[in-house]
């Protein structure tokens, strides 16, 4: 599965990714939290600040013993084992959604440099991986490489590695459980689609005729001759 999409869970502002269930998960096969920092290769300090962010928004994860005769130690609540259920039938959303939709446009290589190139295709340029020595190629890029955008919050162009971006009009949402696929019209002869969280949807007012911008990494899209 591709893990560009930013599948998350939220509560009072504070985003659950794939980053903390694998320290969750991590804490749980090696019982310490310690322990856990040193297998993934992350400071203590931080892994400890980042239980603490998550109990605060999602309640108790994490059961500390001190040390004693029978040593410290740490393990899952019931709440963890719950939170990191509902992150995997997100992830599980997201993957099946994502291996059926992808956007398509035809462009043309403009530029390259290394894997890297701009192509122009019927939407504007677009910076993505490109085959050698094709000038005529096609952009597949799928809906879970795509975020969407309040027009007036979107990251400062040097703040984020997502490069590509497109202002558009949302034309269709189709809810899930769960997630909801997002249809946006850019302009283009096929829109682009991405998938989205309930609650972002919620937070971005996302229903026909919302304006947004649509972003993606130029690492997330690939071009194929064609």
């Known amino acids: 599965m591709n893990e560009e999409f930013a599948a998350q869970l939220r509560a009072d502002d504070v ?4 980053r903390d269930a694998t320290l969750l998960r991590t804490i749980d096969d090696v019982g310490s ?21 998550l ?27 719950e939170l990191l259920a509902r992150f995997d039938r997100l992830r599980e959303g997201y993957s ?4 059926t939709t992808e956007a398509v446009l035809d462009g043309t290589v403009e530029e390259r440099s290394g894997e890297l190139g701009i192509v122009d295709t019927e939407a504007g340029e677009v910076r993505a991986i490109t085959p050698p020595d094709v000038d005529a190629v096609q952009i597949s890029l ?3 490489a795509v975020t969407l955008h309040d027009p007036a919050d979107v990251p400062k162009a040097g703040s984020t590695s997502a490069r590509n971006r497109f202002e558009g009009t949302v034309t269709d949402v189709e809810r899930g459980e769960s997630i909801s696929q997002v249809t946006v019209d850019v302009d283009a002869p096929a ?36």
């Open 33 to 53: 939290l310690h322990e856990a920092a040193d297998v993934l290769g992350r400071s203590y300090s931080r892994c400890h600040q980042r239980v603490t962010a």
């Open 55 to 81: 109990e605060e928004a999602f309640g108790t994860l994490v059961e500390r013993q001190r040390g004693g005769s029978g040593g410290g130690g740490s393990t899952l609540t019931d709440r963890a084992r």
């Open 15 to 18: 985003e659950f990714a794939s």
């Open 142 to 144: 799928r809906a879970d």
């Open 96 to 99: 099946s959604v994502a291996e």
């Open 191 to 226: 829109p682009l689609f991405a998938l989205v969280t309930e609650e972002s949807r919620e937070r971005l007012a996302l229903e026909p005729g919302r304006q947004v911008v649509a972003s993606f990494k130029a690492t997330a899209t690939r071009a194929t001759p064609r």
